[in-house]
């Protein structure tokens, strides 16, 4: 399901999704991410960053970024909220990865959005959890959600 997804979206943006070289995986690594979303990216790295509506999908450079420099992905992916995408007002789309004995997979994983607008920097683990707005039981659904937008 997600590959037919992912090749829709590049028909529709015109982006192309590109095998991740080593080191942008050495890289992504970095965030400490599941196996599951090593793959996603590994696999499926867009050559650019693209829209689709109001959404932006990020390459794994844009991910890292989003992460580890901007806001609010820098300060709510310390407490494991790992920014993917955003809309055009900036707020940002993560994989809430945030519980502990949970065994995370793209299917298992909720997607939450984050008000860019928000000081997370001094929240902590407990109230940045309470500004997580849950868009999506799973990437799949959010995809799908954003490109039944689009119609």
Known sequence: MLKDLMTTISHITGVEFVQASKEEIAKLESLNLPE?????????????????????????????????????GRDVSKHKYIV???????????????????EYTL?????????????YEIMNKQQVSEYAEKSADNLVMFLQDELKERD
């Open 36 to 72: 599951d979303f090593t793959n996603y990216f590994s696999q499926y790295n867009a050559t650019r960053e693209f829209d689709l509506g109001d959404l932006r999908i990020w390459s794994i450079a844009d991910v890292l970024m989003e992460n580890y420099e901007l806001v609010p």
């Open 107 to 119: 299917d298992n994983t909720p997607i939450v959005k984050f008000d860019h607008e928000e000081d």
């Open 84 to 102: 993917f995408a955003s809309n055009s007002l900036g707020d940002a789309y993560c994989f809430d990865l945030s519980k502990e004995g949970i």
